[in-house]
Nanobody, 112 residues
Framework: EVQLVESGGDLVQPGGSLRLSCAASGFSISRYYMEWFRQAPGKDREFVAAIPRRAPPTEYADSVKGRFTVSRDNAKNTVFLQMNNLKPEDTAVYYC?????WGQGTQVTVSS
């Protein structure tokens, strides 16, 4: 079964950090451009970051540039999103995507 499973979401204070993981099964991520998206309550899903099969160059939404870093470990079939200096507006469910396969998402809440 082709599947993506996100993990690492949590409640964190503003200025804190989190590292999200996206583990793939049923296919090899080494063949795919991998992306992270997020969806906040009442808003459309939006692009966050992307990483090609053989990084770099990576791409980021303007709102996260300089704070988030996307990386991949093809041997572990996993993509990561390191999020630093988190802000309340980063609160959302975060999803990874590969070739139109979506995970179930992981909740990130930034609040004091």
């Amino acid at each position: 079964e082709v599947q993506l499973v996100e993990s690492g979401g949590d409640l964190v204070q503003p200025g804190g950090s989190l590292r999200l993981s996206c583990a793939a099964s049923g296919f090899s991520i080494s063949r795919y451009y991998m992306e992270w998206f997020r969806q906040a309550p009442g808003k459309d899903r939006e692009f966050v970051a992307a990483i090609p099969r053989r990084a770099p160059p990576t791409e980021y939404a303007d709102s996260v540039k300089g704070r988030f870093t996307v990386s991949r470990d093809n041997a572990k079939n996993t993509v990561f999103l390191q999020m630093n200096n988190l802000k309340p507006e980063d609160t959302a469910v975060y999803y990874c995507n590969a070739n139109d396969v979506w995970g179930q998402g992981t909740q990130v809440t930034v609040s004091s």
